[in-house]
């Protein structure tokens, strides 16, 4: 079992920035790939990015490339999300997830483990 724990989420002004971190209980944290989703009212969850183990291996849906950072410290069992010039369109619950793989994915079905969310809001 894996408890997430997201942290870091608030209120900002577009073109402002947020940091978000996700907190694991996995003994070895470094077996899992790790990814951050978000939900806006009314739509359905999304994929934003995700780190394979190591975090070598970053991928980011199009809407946020160039902005937001994945990273992750396997010695804090802790992993990030660096958001800059957010815009209001990313307002959404973030959430992080943790894959029992090495290998990162886009993909929600294939994440076994979720935190609970942190909310984002984004001001015009």
């Known amino acids: 079992q894996v408890h997430l724990v997201e942290s870091g989420g608030g209120l900002v002004q577009g073109g402002g920035s947020l940091r978000l971190s996700c907190a694991a209980s996995?003994?070895?944290?470094?077996?899992?790939?790790m990814g951050w989703f978000r939900q806006a009212p009314g739509k359905e969850r999304e994929f934003v990015a995700t780190?394979?183990?190591?975090?070598?291996?970053?991928y980011y849906a199009d809407s946020v490339k160039g902005r937001f950072t994945v990273s992750r410290d396997n010695a804090k069992n802790t992993m990030y999300l660096q958001m800059n010039s957010l815009k209001p369109e990313d307002t959404a619950v973030y959430y992080c997830?943790?894959?029992?793989?090495?290998?990162?994915?886009?993909?929600?079905?294939?994440?076994?483990?979720w935190g609970q969310g942190t909310q984002v809001t984004v001001s015009s």
């Open positions: 996995a003994r070895t944290f470094s077996n899992y790939a």
């Open positions: 780190t394979n183990w190591s975090g070598a291996r970053t």
């Open positions: 997830a943790a894959r029992a793989s090495p290998m990162s994915s886009m993909t929600i079905a294939q994440y076994d483990y």
